[in-house]
């Protein structure tokens, strides 16, 4: 079975900003975003997408990083919702 999107799609993205350094570079990375954000919509937090209802907040976290509503930042790894 095929993810989408894959983790070399989702480190592209979230390293599609003009920095000269990475964000990320490994996939502990985006796991550890991910799911930071899900335990936070789980919590109650509002989702930051379009069409969230009826998916699982992963999925929602994934979609939300991929599309640039959720920020991981550099140094520590964490989001900026």
């Known amino acids: 079975m095929m993810i989408h999107p894959s983790y070399s799609e989702m480190i592209a993205a979230v390293n599609s900003e003009d920095d000269t ?4 570079s490994s996939r502990y990375s985006i796991v550890m975003a991910t799911s930071k954000r899900a335990r ?6 509002a989702p930051l997408i379009d069409n969230y209802e009826g998916r699982k907040p992963l999925s929602v976290a994934v979609d939300e990083i991929y599309q640039g509503k959720v920020k ?4 520590e790894t964490e989001e900026n919702a």
């Not at 350094?21 to 990320?24: D, K, R, Y």
């Not at 991981?72 to 140094?75: C, K, N, S, V």
């Open 40 to 45: 936070q919509i789980v919590a109650g937090d």
């Open 21 to 24: 350094v990475p964000v990320v």
């Open 72 to 75: 991981i930042l550099a140094e």
